[in-house]
């Protein structure tokens, strides 16, 4: 069975501050993708990365950063020098290659930036 | 490019009705998602069509039915509503590239509420 577990519920920092979300799988797949998403007050997900498992290379998109471990099956994500419209709520999400619209998704991280 | 759009925002019922919501996909996507957001289980897949097709299906009840139209476009229905079923429904679509599936774009969503 696939499960995602995104231990923090809710994390407050001020701005600039640096912030990692932690996101953990688990799954019996040797492939699979991985992704997160955003989710601001107006409701929509939005798209931030996609990773297969076959690529366990780190990604820097501007301020934002993932950290791919597949030893300890974890997808961490980092954003640095945090701003107010980041605050939202981040959402971990894992499925099979195939079927990869059916995705698991984790409980999510509400995170507050505070100015 | 237009994005997901859904109707309605929001949508109150009572207790054994029935409902229709719909969802326009991205010009020129074929592929939509639907997936059901409570407090209580999260985000959870219902269903996905492609070209008109349910191609695969999440672990609801048959009172969770949808379908897709020639345009591409999306409705579900949910027949004889319970209170469970109070939920912020979002709709995903995406441009299939072989067997797996481009990145989600969500709509904003539509928020049952079932008295």
């Known amino acids: 069975a696939q499960k995602v577990t995104q231990a923090q519920t809710e994390i407050s920092v001020v701005e600039k501050e640096d912030v990692t979300l932690d996101c953990v799988y688990e799954?019996?797949?040797?492939?699979?993708?991985l992704f997160w998403y955003k989710q601001p007050p107006s409701g929509e997900l939005v798209f931030l990365i996609r990773?297969?498992?076959?690529?366990?290379q780190n990604e820097i998109s501007g301020r934002y950063s993932w950290n791919f471990q597949k030893s300890t099956s974890s997808f961490n994500f980092t954003i640095t020098a945090s701003q107010v419209v980041d605050s939202a709520v981040y959402f971990c999400?894992?499925?099979?290659?195939?079927?990869?619209?059916?995705?698991?998704f984790g409980a999510g991280t509400r995170l507050t930036v505070k100015p | 490019k237009a994005g997901v759009t859904q109707t309605p925002r929001y949508l109150i019922k009572t207790r054994g009705q029935q409902v229709t919501l719909s969802c326009s996909p991205i010009?020129?996507?074929?592929?939509v998602s639907w997936y059901q957001q409570t407090p209580g289980q999260g985000l959870q897949f219902l269903f996905e069509?492609?070209?008109?097709?349910?191609?695969n299906k999440g672990n609801f009840p048959g009172r969770f039915s949808g379908r897709q139209f020639s345009n591409s476009r999306s409705e579900m229905n949910v027949s004889t509503l319970e209170l469970g079923d109070s939920a912020l429904y979002l709709c995903?679509?995406?441009?299939?590239?072989?067997?797996?599936?481009?990145?989600?774009?969500f709509g904003s969503g539509t928020q049952l509420s079932v008295l």
């Open positions: 995903a679509s995406s441009q299939p590239t072989g067997t797996t599936n481009e990145k989600l774009f």
């Open positions: 799954t019996r797949d040797t492939t699979y993708y």
């Open positions: 010009s020129g996507h074929r592929s």
């Open positions: 999400a894992l499925s099979d290659l195939v079927n990869n619209n059916d995705m698991r």
């Open positions: 069509y492609f070209s008109e097709t349910q191609r």
């Open positions: 990773r297969n498992s076959f690529d366990e």
